[in-house]
Each structure stands twice: as C-alpha cells, then as structure tokens.
C-alpha cells in the first residue's frame, strides 16, 4: 500500500487523505490495531540501476484516533506536502515508532544507521 510519510525522530507519521473512499475506516488502520508489529518499505527508483535503493523500518504502529500527538503528526505531514495544506487530512494518524532500520542502495551497498533518515528524504 503506497503511502506518504515524515519523520520525526524515530517514528514514521502517515495520514489517510481527502482523496475520496469508500469508508474512512480503513483496513491499513484496522490492521495496525489488531497487529501493531509492522513493517513499512521505501524504495527509490531510478532507471540508472546503480542509483537504486531501498529501506525497510520495523516498528510498533499506534494509530491516533486524536490529540495533541495526531495534530503534530498533521502538522508534520502538511509541512513537508503541499496537498495536506490545501486539503488537510483529520485522524486518524497512523504513527510508527521504528526499532529497525535496514536499507541498500545500488552505488553504497548496505545502508548504516547514520544515513537512514536522510536516505528517506
């Protein structure tokens, strides 16, 4: 399920946007509350092989039905994307707070714990 995200610090926020569906109630959220144990994967693609990578995060999902956390997850979400501030999603928020990191990149190999939040910006 593609999605978009920001960081802060060491967890992943991510909302459901205004694009029109079905039910706000969505199985991603759903699925987080019965399964908190997740893992999101980012990849970038380039059509130079050698400038490929990608990044896998483990964490532990907590979805935020509301609050002072789901507002600054919002905040976070609409600074770094142009949409959220013209349509600016509500909660739930999903937040991830990442124990794993692990990535590769085609030109670097193995990504170290150094490089992980700026291979994702």
């Known amino acids: 399920m593609p999605i978009v995200f920001e960081f802060e610090d060491d967890t992943l926020y991510t909302a459901v946007d205004a694009k029109p569906k079905r039910s706000r109630r969505l199985r991603r959220m759903e699925n987080a509350r019965a399964r908190p144990d997740v893992?999101?994967?980012?990849?970038?693609?380039?059509?130079?092989?050698?400038?490929?990578?990608?990044?896998?995060?483990?964490?532990?999902?907590?979805?935020?039905?509301?609050?002072?956390?789901?507002?600054?997850?919002?905040?976070?979400?609409?600074?770094?994307?142009?949409?959220?501030?013209?349509a600016a999603p509500t909660p739930p928020v999903l937040a991830v707070d990442v124990d794993e990191w692990q990535g590769w990149s085609g030109t670097d190999g193995w990504l170290d714990a150094g490089s992980r939040q700026e291979s994702l910006r």
């Open 39 to 86: 893992t999101v994967l980012v990849d970038g693609y380039e059509e130079d092989w050698a400038r490929l990578w990608w990044v896998r995060l483990r964490g532990r999902a907590r979805v935020l039905d509301e609050g002072v956390e789901a507002d600054h997850g919002l905040e976070l979400l609409a600074g770094k994307y142009a949409q959220y501030r013209e």
